[in-house]
C-alpha cells in the first residue's frame, strides 16, 4: 500500500520551507505519495495522510485527536512527526522576549508539548540533539536524521559574471538574531582598511530591519564597500551567485550549519562559518568582532588552509530514508 505523508510548512521561501519542499520530491523518488501543505492555507490542506510531518504546526482541524467539529465521535489518531527547525536557543529567547504580549506565541512551551506528544522528534543539528534528548522522559528518543540538498542541483557551475570585487564576499543570511550581518557589518569597514578592493555582497536583508541596519553601515563605513539589499533571489540566481563570488560567509550562531550553508558548500563555494559548522572551509571564533576581524583578513589574505576535515554535504536522498525509516517504525 503506498504510504501518503503531508509535510506542513509554511511557504515563506526560508530555509525550513525548502527544506520540507525538497523532502517531499526526495520522498516521492523513493515511492513515498508525499505532499506539502500550509497550514496558514487551508485551501492546502490534506485530511487523509496516514503520516503528518509538522515543520511549523499542524491544524486543530487535522489532528484527529481534536476532531472538528468537536462533538464528532474521536477517530483513531494518526501519527504525526515533529521536526524542530529552531535552535533551542533561539526557540528559548524569542519565547522570553514575547512572553510580556498578551496572546503572543510560546515556542519554548510548544516545544516542550511536541517532545511530549509527537510520535517522532526529528532534528538534523547533533548540538541539538542532545539538548532536546535532555527534556526527554525516559525512553523518548529524539532521531537524529542527516540534512541533505539536492546535489543534481546544488552543484559547482559556470558563472556568468564575475561578482564586484577584490575579494567579493556573499552573505544571504535570514536576518534573525541567530544569522544576522551584525558582526559582519560591524567589521566590514575594517576589513576595507587592509583590502580596499573588497566588496560585501549582502541580500536578503527585510526592509522591517534596514531602519536599524543602515544608520549602523552609514555611519562606521561599511555601505562604501556594500552592495545591501532586501532581494530573495531564486535557485538559479542564487546557485550563481555561490560561484560568481569569492567567499561566502555566514555567521551563525553556536556554529550550526542551515540549509544555506548546505547549498553554498554543495556548490563549490569557499565558506566561512564560526567555529562548529562540519562543512565549511574555514572557521572563525564567535566572540570579539575585533578578532573576528583579525581572522577574516588571514583568510582573505590566504594564509590560512582550507580545513582538511570539512565533511561532504549530504544529498537529500539520505534526508528522504531516514524519514521513511520513521515512517515505516510509526
Known amino acids: 500500500v503506498l504510504m501518503r505523508v503531508c509535510h506542513w510548512t509554511m511557504m515563506n521561501k526560508s ?26 492555507d487551508e485551501a492546502t ?46 526557540v528559548f529567547q524569542s519565547s522570553v522576549e514575547q512572553g510580556t504580549h498578551y496572546g503572543a506565541a510560546d515556542g519554548w512551551m510548544l516545544a516542550q508539548n511536541w517532545l511530549r506528544t509527537a510520535h517522532a522528534c526529528v532534528t538534523f543539528w547533533p548540538r541539538h540533539h542532545a539538548i532536546w534528548q535532555s527534556m526527554c522522559d525516559r525512553g523518548r528518543k529524539v532521531d537524529l536524521v542527516p540534512l541533505g540538498v539536492d546535489k543534481e542541483f546544488w552543484q559547482k557551475v559556470p558563472t556568468k559574471g564575475k561578482y564586484a570585487g577584490a575579494p567579493s564576499i556573499l552573505t ?9 550581518p551584525f558582526d559582519l557589518m560591524l567589521i566590514w569597514d575594517w576589513i576595507l582598511e587592509e583590502f580596499e578592493s573588497a566588496k560585501l555582497h549582502s ?3 527585510p526592509n522591517d530591519t534596514h531602519r536599524w541596519f543602515f544608520p549602523l553601515v552609514n555611519r562606521n563605513g561599511c555601505s562604501y564597500g556594500s552592495y545591501i539589499t532586501s532581494s530573495v533571489f531564486d535557485h538559479d540566481g542564487l546557485r550563481n551567485a555561490y560561484v560568481s563570488t569569492d567567499y561566502y560567509i555566514g555567521l551563525v550562531q553556536k556554529g550550526d550549519f542551515n540549509r544555506i550553508s548546505l547549498e553554498a558548500n554543495a556548490s563549490g563555494a569557499r565558506t566561512i562559518s564560526y567555529k562548529g559548522n562540519p562543512y565549511s572551509w ?11 576581524a583579525k581572522e577574516l583578513r588571514a583568510i582573505l589574505r590566504g594564509e590560512v588552509e582550507p580545513r582538511k576535515d570539512r565533511l561532504e554535504v549530504p544529498d537529500i536522498s539520505e534526508t528522504a530514508k531516514a524519514m521513511i525509516e520513521i515512517y515505516n517504525r510509526l
Open 15 to 40: 530555509g525550513m520551507h525548502r527544506v520540507a519542499e525538497s523532502c517531499v520530491e526526495a520522498e516521492k523518488k523513493l515511492g513515498v505519495d508525499s505532499v506539502l501543505a500550509n497550514p496558514m
Open 45 to 90: 490542506w490534506i485530511y487523509d495522510a496516514d503520516i503528518n510531518v509538522s515543520h511549523t504546526h499542524l491544524p486543530d482541524k487535522v489532528q484527529t485527536k481534536h476532531p472538528w467539529p468537536f462533538f464528532e465521535p474521536k477517530k483513531k489518531e494518526k501519527p504525526y512527526v515533529w521536526v524542530s527547525h529552531g535552535t533551542p536557543d533561539h
Open 172 to 180: 544571504c543570511e535570514n536576518a534573525h538574531y541567530i544569522k544576522w
Open 203 to 205: 541580500l536578503y536583508l
Open 282 to 292: 574555514y572557521h572563525i571564533q564567535e566572540g570579539d568582532q575585533r578578532e573576528i
